[in-house]
């Protein structure tokens, strides 16, 4: 396999191009779909080049958390169950701020330019 062009940098080159050179040669419904599309692949790139870091983080916050390891799914799981059966809630040392960053980390890749995103994301990680 080849080490350039990276997956990321090759769906980029995509979306730039329909950006660039193609979008602004239709118009009506097809240019919604195009624009659709490009979103689509902007998201794709986002996903490729923060979602792992952003897994990782919310991994070893759970692990503290909960002092349980397991795959990613299994722990959210474990902690799905402890708060329904109340055994942990917002009082829970860490929780909210666990919450809180997760929130921010899954909103960076899905709706970056989401106006209430862009605002507490510049807040930093309170969560209160």
Known sequence: MQDEP?????????????????????????????????????????????????????HARLEQLLGHDGALFDINRVLAERIASGAVDLSTPGLKEHLWQTTLDKLAVDQPNYASYKREAGRGTDAS
């Open 6 to 58: 990276r997956p990321d940098e090759l769906v980029k080159a995509v979306a730039d191009f329909l950006r660039n050179d193609i979008a602004p040669l239709i118009s009506g419904h097809q240019a919604f779909k195009l624009r659709v599309g490009i979103n689509a692949l902007d998201l794709v790139v986002r996903q490729l080049t923060q979602a792992a870091a952003a897994d990782a983080a919310e």
